[in-house]
């Protein structure tokens, strides 16, 4: 192999790796960068916590049941998700389209250890509160569930109805 081919191999091996490590693939969570983007879904934007309008409070439960199982918020409006896990188990609470929901929860019961640092989405501990701060920017039916394998199948999700203003 001559050097230059070598000088050429070894640099795309380098840059692969670290595409591979800035994907997440340390073990530290502290030496990974949030996913945190500004990105537009289907069902709006990461919301900036002054702008939030309103509060509201969801808890889930180890009954596989969010309460309450429906919100209602206006297109356009930013609003502050606390979510509590009343549990004795982990569980999480993702947004998102019913569509979006059913894909993630096929690849967590794939790949259940999965971690998540997306702004749509909060993992929490028994007893932990998390917080999700969104922008509803279109109206429209949304969701939310906990995508920890059984959770969703077994029922846990709720609605978010978004009315034109």
């Not at 081919?5 to 073990?27: D, E, K, Q």
């Given at each position: ?6 000088a050429?191999?070894l640099?795309?091996?380098?840059v692969m790796?670290?595409?591979a490590?800035?994907h997440g ?6 030496d990974?960068k949030?996913?945190r983007?500004?990105e537009r879904t289907?069902f ?8 939030a ?5 969801i808890?889930?439960?180890d ?6 199982s429906?919100?209602?918020?206006k297109?356009g409006?930013?609003?502050?998700i606390l979510v509590k896990?009343?549990g ?5 609470t993702?947004l998102?389209?019913?569509e979006?929901l059913?894909?993630?929860y096929?690849?967590?019961?794939k790949?259940?250890?999965m ?8 993992h ?5 509160t ?5 922008q509803?920017?279109r109206a429209?039916?949304f969701?939310f ?5 059984g959770?969703f ?6 609605s978010i109805?978004?009315?034109e203003?």
């Amino acid at each position: 192999m001559t050097r230059a081919v070598l000088a050429i191999t070894l640099t795309g091996f380098t840059v692969m790796a670290g595409a591979a490590w800035g994907h997440g693939g340390g073990n530290n969570k502290a030496d990974r960068k949030p996913a945190r983007t500004a990105e537009r879904t289907a069902f709006g934007k990461p919301g900036d916590r002054k702008m939030a309008t309103r509060t509201v409070r969801i808890e889930g439960t180890d009954n596989m049941r969010y309460t309450p199982s429906v919100i209602r918020v206006k297109q356009g409006e930013t609003v502050r998700i606390l979510v509590k896990n009343a549990g004795k188990q982990v569980h999480e609470t993702v947004l998102g389209t019913m569509e979006e929901l059913e894909e993630h929860y096929e690849l967590m019961k794939k790949f259940p250890d999965m971690e998540h640092d997306e702004p749509h989405m909060v993992h929490l501990k028994p007893g932990k509160t998390g917080e999700i701060v969104w922008q509803f920017t279109r109206a429209g039916e949304f969701y939310f569930g906990c995508l920890i394998p059984g959770h969703f199948e077994a029922g846990m999700f709720g609605s978010i109805s978004v009315v034109e203003n």
